[in-house]
């Protein structure tokens, strides 16, 4: 199956728990897996270092898999044909 999702391209959740959010592609991941900008966004608890002395927790998106994401332009066809 060939993969048209590409960085920069918006696109539509279209399973699981993040259902219908919308968000551009940071990054795609070997393993067909994508990160999506404002969606699978996870607590990750970092340790003090000089950067961060304070250390404490970053939310930051989390990749979810290529087969659950479709792209925008695509999904609003689909919703306007039905």
């Keep these: 199956m060939a993969q048209t999702i590409k960085r920069n ?3 539509v959740v279209i399973s699981g ?3 219908g959010k919308r968000g551009k592609v940071l990054s795609v991941k070997p393993g ?6 404002g969606v699978n966004v996870r ?7 000089q950067e961060k002395p ?8 989390v990749p979810i898999h290529y087969s659950n994401v479709m ?12």
């Design 32 to 37: 067909e897996k994508v990160v999506v900008e």
């Design 9 to 11: 391209v918006e696109v």
């Design 54 to 61: 304070e250390g404490g927790s970053v939310e930051r998106e």
């Design 71 to 82: 792209l925008a332009e695509r999904f609003d066809k689909r919703q306007k044909a039905e």
């Design 43 to 49: 607590k990750k608890f970092e340790r003090k270092s």
């Design 17 to 19: 728990s993040q259902k």
